[in-house]
């Protein structure tokens, strides 16, 4: 049994994912943590009698070897490291909605604060690819940036949404390291510098990430679902009705390979094994994980496992010793073993005794009906599914439609669809009332996202009276595009915009393509090139035309330009197209786009505006304070309290502005997501080579605050006419 | 002294009942003892441990269920003569496996509790309890409500035979030949009992009860009355009680008392010097624990608390450290046990699933026939839904032989689904479109590999009533489920009781028509949980029920040709109108409802809400201020400067949360009811008020008792 070789209890609470350890003065590791009010404070055990005279710091109220320092304002993200190897020692890194700053514990100073508009939801310090500097790189809304020593901004590029966490990690075993990036629309990204070699796809946003080793990391979900990947491809998963909190990379069991350490929103921690998930060592603490971290806080040469719960506890675990064989629980592997196995015994042989009963049950024809109460069915029941396109009617909107049948006089009790990602849960459930029981049943499905699903399937399937039921279980897969209804082409209603690209394939093989991707009745017959689809969209009507030509020549029109990234994307993987130039105009789209940044542009100056007012006031209020202390001293107390009025007026004011300021922020920073958005969307459309240069392009484009030049890179993919 | 107790399994046969196995007595003192297991499947095992191998002393063939075992004998000797119970039938077995009896009590239910003492038998079956000497019918008696277990007083200390009988409706019912001597009211719904000290106590009459919530009590069974010497409630909100022995493990001369529970947790509590129960021990198992008893058998030298649990599991708590420190030589050899067993399992293992699979594809083949058909595996589950009295919710138990693949939740009536904080499963819902399929909850429960209990908490709005449906997948091919039902009463918060207050202002509701007994019956069981289904014997019944959230009071009396139901509550009574002229419509049978409304009975259920009320409101408060306050403490280093009150906020913290995270919704409950009763007040004076509602939460925003009584005045 593994037990903590230290405990401590803090008097602060830690917020959940913001707490690092760093060695601020070369030599001591201390624990920096993100607490309430806007406060970070720093645990430093080491040095007793070491005191902070500065302003920004100050020794905390509650405890002597805690130290506060005051960020005043929300806290977003925190991290620890060595960001200027020529220092020799570590700088704390805190990142606000606003800002990110650079902090020199040791010197109390600033290595630099730099304002960042798109905001740090994470953060992560590390060398990134070939730049040689470390970089503290921020995640903010759909935009990554990353800073080095002395602020300069080195790095920076889009992704698809809001960044939720950051991670560096040997991907592709080059021995350099690149970047992964879980946001906020269910994906991971991973980024050699700027250009994006890997995107997985996962069911809910992630919320952590951690690198193990070579190029396999772990996630974390928000729906309590934790795993590891290698490389593209995911190893094992487990989903927990509890969130993951916190996950890190640790050896453990001393085996040499480290395992998956997550702590849990229930205040469990467990360590897992990389390769399988099994669970080979857990804990419990009193309330939520806020982090799990590693580092040497016993100044003994081991390096220890370090929980800290949101309450302020902390506890340390040293890796288990050889002696204990990697059994750190304290259950006998042996006992569990033969648990395990008798149960399995006990499973075959329940087993073989239904088969048993079901031949005694087969001798004692024929069916009765006391067969349906006990839930006897003919043996060759079979369960059929389709998948179509519903399109609706008055009372109900178009849909995808699964239907499942028996095929016999059997009744389908209730069905259990598990999927992930369309249903507001994980499941969804269609149970009749008992004067609606049939052997078929329609069950609509509008999936929120263009992305192929798996249904995983169970029918109970009886009669009518059973009270046992048969369970069919099977897997069909919901197509990505399943919600585009194929219809007669209207060339009135042809959209405008379209993509334009040339694929060398056959017919034949987009046939293919449309047959995998789409629903398409049966009867479907579609002659040779060239021809073309028109699809209508089940949510909101809008027309999808696909046009292929002799050529080989692919025109897809549809006016939602995230479409036809999707299906650029989704051909593009199904043909295994590396590099791909499109030619896109979506007019509509880029003129709302224009908008867009105009507006970017008014908030800026009215941020400016608004913030000079504020210095205003500010010298405003002083003087008024200084005028009405001299008021009291004189015993004018008639001025002094006119004073204090405009005083109170001013600071109502202040208030207003703030409310203002506030507004005037987040409307910038929807604009500022949806330009980062624009780009992407725009390199989305390209494959490979061109859709790097896109991005690079665009943001060349605004950084130079060239709005004509921004387009035709988005039209035609280059700066160069 | 700290008790420390491995855990060691020995074997699993099939599923067990409660109090099914059994050790028999050691032949020399110190030499480990023989178990004697009755399953499910009607098979009686005897095994020894050797050498850490189980080894069978012999084994019956299949048969009906065995619902109990018991040992027996000539008094005074030991008791090794083995009796179960299957069916209507009584059993004996030497301890060698010898059939010696075969005794078909003719009872009408099969047999659910068995006690032996010397040549008596003690039977009872769901209602029926019947004494028998030397398979000869003595006594018999009908019980008002199910007996869950049967015991009698030890009849070679006493000059009498008292048996004593524990009824679902929470009393204990003391017999004497074939009459009730007295009866006596348990905390709750008694499940076991057990003779103190397994003799009896001083006294020879001191008992020990459990009941399904988790309650434990000694009390004296004296010829006149009963003495209650003392109760355990169950703070920490753990499981039923299933089993209690007396053994003493701890190894300090005196008796500790064994308990195992319906949630898997197995409890040892010893005696201190004025007698008081103190926990020394307890250990979670996964399952319910269905047998307990102490005893030796794994290790000569060895004590043990050897327990058997609902899937079959005969498992040992041992004082035998798991690590011996007698050198490295002992402990190979220790593996070298467990390795030959792993070995062996593995091989038989193999064996099976070849076998397995031969079999599978035979069932694969049958499915290509069209004259064949397709059985489903029974499997059996074992389930409790019952009320909690402190959080007036349900909750709802299942529990699997093998591992719960999923659970399907539906439910035809508006109810909430909590969350236990011991369930590992994923819940998940789902949308549902009630009115054509009269759906109000969808939810599924996936559970994690080797779940094999499932706990769920349910809260139920009084006045809407219908049916809770659960179907349950396990993890076992060929995949099938099993549907279980779970009635929501009208009234369900309501709890029985046997005494009321007599003196509280009364609302009336007095039915009248052409309807027998048994139908006047009939709908109180629909209306009310806890009543038997079974009507009861005599013309005239009267129960009692309490509203356990409210603590309202509820009395019915009815005869053939009339009902009489008294509440101080007026939703209570308004309810019971609905309900009861719905039915009557639906069976056409005419009835005459009228009703006696007491205004004052208003102002009094206020009065009994007021306490509540005001205890939520302000723990809502201060939860609220606690993290303000926590905040300022950081940022000034003390709370010197803040005022009394909030300083105790401060200090209070931590239990000011757990008691508000313990009742979500409390307070909205609170108002519904508030709600409710606004309602129902007018309603029988003939005003609806629903728009006068919004004006009453407003009231209540800003809760003052007296502003709310004149509010319900002034309407």
Same mark, same amino acid.
């Given at each position: 049994m593994l037990l903590p070789v230290f405990t401590l209890k803090l008097r602060h609470k830690i917020s959940p994912r913001m707490v690092a350890i760093g060695r601020y003065d070369g030599t001591h590791p201390c624990l920096a943590a993100a607490t309430q009010a806007g406060k970070v404070f720093i645990h430093n055990p080491h040095t007793r009698s070491q005191h902070f005279s500065a302003s920004r710091v100050f020794q905390s109220p509650l405890e002597s070897d805690v130290s506060l320092l005051n960020i005043n304002q929300a806290v977003s993200c925190l991290t620890a490291g060595a960001l200027n190897p020529e220092l020799g020692y570590d700088a704390l890194l805190v990142g606000t909605q606003t800002n990110l700053l650079a902090y020199d514990v040791y010197n109390n100073s600033d290595l630099f604060y730099r304002e960042v508009a798109d905001g740090a939801n994470a953060v992560v310090l590390g060398t990134l690819g070939d730049i040689s500097s470390p970089l503290a790189i921020i995640g903010g809304n759909c935009a990554l940036q990353g800073f080095d020593h002395e602020g300069n901004d080195l790095f920076w590029t889009v992704t698809g949404d809001n960044v939720h966490s950051l991670a560096l990690c040997d991907f592709d075993g080059d021995g350099k390291k690149e970047l992964l990036v879980g946001s906020e629309d269910f994906d991971i990204r991973v980024f050699k510098e700027d250009e994006i070699v890997a995107e997985m796809t996962e069911t809910e946003i992630i919320t952590s990430l951690c690198p193990m080793y070579g190029s396999r990391f772990g996630y974390a979900l928000s729906n309590g679902t934790v795993g590891v990947y290698d490389k593209t491809a995911r190893y094992w998963r487990i989903k927990s009705k509890n969130h993951a909190m916190s996950i890190h990379a640790f050896d453990l069991n001393s085996d040499g390979v480290c395992e998956l350490i997550t702590g849990w929103s229930n205040g469990k921690v467990d360590a897992r094994s990389d390769r399988t998930g099994e669970v080979i060592f857990k804990d419990n603490f009193s309330s939520a994980i806020a982090g799990v971290l590693e580092g040497d806080y016993r100044m003994d040469g081991h390096t220890q496992l370090i929980c800290c719960a949101v309450d302020g506890e902390i506890r340390g675990y040293l890796p288990g010793t050889a002696e204990m064989r990697g059994n750190l629980m304290d259950t006998s592997v042996e006992q569990d073993l033969i648990r395990e196995l008798s149960q399995k015994k006990q499973n075959l042989l329940l087993e073989l005794r239904n088969y048993e009963e079901n031949t005694k049950a087969e001798l004692s024809s024929p069916q009765s009906e006391a067969d349906g109460l006990r839930g006897i069915i003919p043996a060759n029941t079979k369960l059929h599914t389709a998948l179509s396109v519903n399109l609706g009617h008055e009372t109900q909107a178009a849909h995808a439609e699964l239907c499942i049948s028996t095929s016999n006089d059997t009744i389908i009790r209730a069905v259990l669809i598990f999927a992930e990602g369309i249903f507001l849960g994980e499941s969804h459930v269609v149970h009749p009332s008992i004067h609606n029981l049939s052997s078929s049943i329609r069950i609509p499905i509008t999936p929120p996202k263009d992305v192929p699903v798996d249904l995983h399937l169970k029918t109970f399937v009886g009669y009518r009276s059973s009270t046992q039921f048969h369970v069919f279980e099977l897997t069909r897969q919901l197509p990505r595009f399943s919600m585009y209804a194929l219809t007669s082409p209207d060339p009135a209603r042809e959209p405008l915009s379209y993509v334009n690209f040339v694929i060398a394939e056959r017919a034949q093989r987009v046939v293919l393509w449309l047959n995998q991707n789409f629903l398409l009745p049966e009867d479907t017959n579609i002659q040779n090139a060239p021809f073309q689809v028109c699809f209508t969209s089940l949510r909101n009507g809008g027309q999808l035309y696909i046009k292929i030509k002799l050529s080989g020549e692919i025109t897809v029109n549809t006016d939602d330009i995230d479409l036809a990234g999707d299906i650029i994307q989704s051909m593009a993987s199904f043909f295994a197209v590396e590099d791909l130039q499109v030619e896109a105009d979506f007019p509509v789209y880029f003129e709302e786009l224009r908008k867009v940044l105009v507006k970017v542009d008014e908030y800026h100056s009215v941020h400016q505006k608004l913030s000079a007012e504020m210095a205003d006031n500010s010298n405003l209020i002083r003087s008024l304070l200084v005028r009405a202390e001299d008021a009291r001293l004189m015993r004018n107390m008639k001025t002094m309290k006119n004073r204090y009025m405009e005083l109170y007026d001013l600071n109502k004011d202040l208030l207003n502005g703030y409310k203002i300021r506030c507004n005037n922020h987040m409307e910038l920073l929807g604009n500022l997501k949806a330009v980062n958005q624009a780009i992407q969307r725009a390199g989305r459309l390209r494959v490979g080579k061109p859709k790097n240069q896109v991005i690079t392009a665009c943001r060349d484009a605004i950084r130079s605050n060239n709005i004509n030049t921004l387009f035709r890179i988005m039209r035609v993919g280059t700066a160069s006419s | 002294m700290d008790l420390n107790l491995n855990r060691a399994d020995y074997l699993q046969v099939g599923v067990t009942s409660q109090k099914t196995m059994k050790l028999l007595p050691a032949s020399r003192h110190r030499t480990t003892q023989k178990v004697v297991i009755g399953d499910h499947d009607g098979v009686v095992m005897c095994f020894g441990m050797k050498k850490g191998e189980a080894v069978a002393v012999f084994k019956t063939l299949p048969g009906q269920k065995i619902a109990r075992l018991e040992l027996g004998g000539?008094?005074?000797? %030991?008791?090794?003569k083995i009796f179960i119970a299957a069916g209507s039938e009584i059993r004996g077995f030497t301890k060698r496996g010898k059939q010696f009896l075969s005794f078909e009590t003719n009872l009408t239910e099969s047999i659910k509790a068995m006690h032996i003492s010397g040549s008596d038998l003690f039977l009872s079956a769901s209602y029926i309890y019947n004494h028998y000497c030397d398979c000869k019918d003595q006594h018999y008696y009908l019980s008002g409500d199910k007996i869950n277990d049967v015991i009698c007083l030890p009849v070679e200390r006493l000059p009498r035979i008292t048996p004593v009988l524990a009824c679902q409706d929470r009393v204990l019912r003391v017999l004497q030949g074939s009459d009730v001597m007295y009866e006596t009211e348990v905390?709750?719904? %008694?499940?076991v009992l057990a003779l103190h000290n397994g003799n009896g106590g001083d006294s020879g009459e001191d008992l020990w009860f459990g009941t399904s919530d988790g309650k434990l009590g000694l009390i004296q069974i004296t010829t006149s009355k009963p003495i209650h010497k003392w109760e355990i409630q169950n703070e920490k909100k753990r499981g039923g009680i299933l089993c209690v022995d007396s053994f003493d493990i701890v190894g300090d001369g005196v008796k500790d008392l064994l308990v195992g529970r319906d949630d898997g947790m197995v409890e040892v509590y010893s005696f201190d010097n004025a007698n008081e129960p103190v926990l020394r021990f307890d250990q979670m198992l996964s399952e319910s624990v269905t047998s307990i008893q102490g005893g030796c058998i794994g290790k000569d030298g060895y004590d043990e608390i050897v327990v058997s649990t609902y899937s079959g599991w005969v498992t040992g708590l041992t004082t035998e450290p798991v690590h011996k420190e007698s050198g490295p030589g002992e402990e190979l050899k220790i593996n070298q046990e467990m390795q030959n067993k792993i070995s062996s399992l593995r091989s038989e293992l193999e064996h099976l699933q070849y076998k397995v699979v031969q079999e599978r594809e035979k069932y694969q083949q049958s499915s290509?026939?069209?004259k064949a058909k397709s059985a489903v595996p029974s499997f059996s589950v074992n389930d409790k839904f019952t009320l909690n009295k402190d959080d007036a919710s349900y909750s709802l138990i299942l529990e699997v032989q093998t591992a719960i693949d999923n659970v399907l939740i539906q439910s035809d009536v508006p109810i909430d689904l909590l969350d236990v904080d011991k369930n590992s499963a994923v819940v998940s819902f789902s949308s549902c479109d009630s009115e054509s399929n009269d759906n109000f909850l969808l939810a599924t429960y996936r559970c994690q590999a080797n779940t094999t209990r499932l706990e769920l908490k349910i809260r139920s709005i009084e006045g809407q009533y219908g049916t809770l449906q659960a179907y349950v997948t396990p993890r076992i091919q060929p995949k099938t489920c099993q549907v279980r039902q779970y009635l929501i009463k009208p009234l369900s918060l309501h709890q029985r009781t046997h005494f009321i207050d007599h003196d509280r202002p009364m609302n009336t509701l007095t039915l009248t028509g052409q309807f027998s007994f048994a139908e006047v019956h009939s709908w109180v069981v629909f209306c009310l949980p806890e009543v038997p289904e079974k009507p009861p014997a005599g013309e005239c019944m009267t129960f009692y029920f309490q509203n356990t959230f409210l603590d309202t009071q509820l009395e019915s009396t009815y005869r053939k040709g009339e009902g009489v139901f008294k509440s101080d509550n007026i939703s209570t009574i308004s309810i019971l109108k609905d309900v009861l002229s719905k039915e009557a419509t639906k069976r056409k049978i005419n009835l005459n409802i009228s009703y006696e409304i007491n205004e004052v009975s208003v102002k009094h259920t206020l009065k009994l809400i007021h306490p509540k009320l005001e205890y939520q409101l302000l723990l809502a408060k201060k939860v609220q201020l606690i993290d303000a306050l926590k905040e300022l403490q950081v940022h000034e280093?003390?709370?010197?400067?803040?005022?009394p009150e909030y300083r105790c906020i401060l200090e209070e913290a931590d239990h000011l949360q757990e008691e508000y995270k313990k009742q979500p919704a409390h307070l909205e409950r609170l108002y519904g009811m508030i709600t409710d009763l606004f309602i129902d007040k007018f309603k029988f004076k003939g005003t609806n008020v629903k728009t006068k509602v919004p004006l009453l939460l407003e009231i209540l925003d800003s809760y003052d008792q007296n502003a709310l009584i004149a509010f319900f005045d002034a309407a």
């Open positions: - | 000539v008094l005074n000797t %030991p008791q090794e905390p709750g719904p %008694p499940t290509q026939s069209s280093g003390n709370t010197n400067f803040l005022i």
